[in-house]
């Protein structure tokens, strides 16, 4: 049985073909063990079928040496000297570690196939939109003045974020502009979009708005008709079933759009997310006004029918919300229409923000 | 290619050949060029994708089926910790691009490999993320996405392959196991 000593190596670089430059002949002879192992010779199990020893790495890579001269020993002669225990070779766990990703990747293909195949693939499915119901919108944008008079700003809403000195957001006509970007399925937009409805309705007449079957509307196919702003809603989301984050997106964002959306929700310490309104790149709101749960255990008639009572929390949540949104416009409309703008509810709302 | 060694005349103390291996590891010419050329070619899409992601527009790609762009770039897994991954793959291939450069492969410091090493291994661990975010909660997936993906880990098995080569620990080891085979 032969021995290989630990500096008794060839060049060793695999398949360099600079490996024979070293020759071992040239070597000095090696030390005995290296520091601190204790040189285990075994004659048998020394060797694999590929001629490794038991084990494989560790030991920086370096088996043992029970002495002698280095590179002298005949090979004939060699002896294998079994290294200490070793885990494995850094070559051996370079290719692990890629087969253990080409598994995973592999699992992941076959689970999404056998799983797509055993059951239907789920048909996505967006909800039609259906009108939303008259008297509804009726009672949302009738809501009396002296009911947000005695509102003014609420309770428990997070007033909008206030921003001066940017450029102008004005539309095409030149009138302000109220971007609004939000997602069907997202309930702190179904809380906004009763503010909202109630806040434009003191500067246009709505159309369009629709039931997106839960207990707020939707502004897929709404428009305001004002004189004094112009509306753009964009429901960037559906409410289809695919959940969170897969839904369908509905309405693209325009690049002057998503650039206001980045820049301003940044700005705000926010990431993209719903709901965003920007009235004229002076009143942002950035997340939920307040909280949707208020609306909970509610459908729409029900909600409606509140707006009258300005103690209900609903009532103080809906509409100071849209009174907070209404003094951000006035700011915007140089406070016309007059009746709006300076009724005491919006001038408490807009004390609140700074707006005047 | 010399062995410090057999130079000094002694063997020398392990952990200092490690660090200071004065001998330049041997990798075949073709890998430094064709890490390089694929950490450009990942960084060239995560440079589209990412211009993209900051003017909103959707990817040039189908929008229908399980192929779907539109929906991959826009959903919930397209941002991590507010930071869009589009912009995480345009500065994890200008790292690439970097230490993929052909004379870093030729670098004496261990660590020049280990930091490649690094790289390359969360950058796969991320890929197989959103892989798997994809196939099942986004339930589509994005061409250019894998197209970032597929030269992740063909980087991944560059340098992970190349590494025993590149450290002097694991070039030993190489050389003492090709000796026990000739044993």
Known sequence: MSQVQPGDRGSGRGPDPQAGKASPAKRPPAKAAPKGRTPATTSKGATTSKGRPPGGGGGKGRPPTTGGAKGRAPRQNMKITAPPPRRFSPSTLAFVSIGVVVVIVLVFVVVKVAGSGSTPSKTRVIPSPTPASASVVAAVTGVPQSVADAVGTGQGINAPQVLNNQPKLT????????????????????????????????FGTWSGLTDPATATFSFRTASVSSSYIDFVPVEH???????????????PLTNAQNALWSKYSAHFGQTTGYPFVDIGNRLFVVGPSYDPGVLQGLDQAQIASKLTNPKDPVTEAVVGTANYLIAGICAETGNQPATVCTAPGTRTAAT???LS | MTDVRSEAGQDVEEDYVEENDASVPDVPRWLPITAFALSLIGF???????????????????SKGFVNCALVTTSKYSHILGIPVALLGLLFFTAMVGINWPALWRARSPWVARGRLALAVSGVWFVLYLLAAELFSIKAICLWCTGVHITTFLLFVLIMSSFPLMSGRAARSGEWDEELEEA
């Open chain 1, 237 to 251: 989301e559906t409410n289809d079933n695919y959940g969170e984050g897969t839904r369908a997106l509905f309405q």
């Open chain 1, 171 to 202: 539309s095409a006509g030149g009138k302000p502009e109220m971007l609004y970007i939000g997602g069907e399925f997202c309930p702190y937009c179904g809380a906004e979009r009763w503010s909202m409805v109630l806040a434009l309705s003191r």
């Open chain 2, 44 to 62: 060239g899409i995560s440079m589209y994708l990412t211009i993209d992601h900051f003017q909103g527009i959707v990817p040039i790609c189908s």
């Open chain 1, 352 to 354: 609140a923000l700074k």
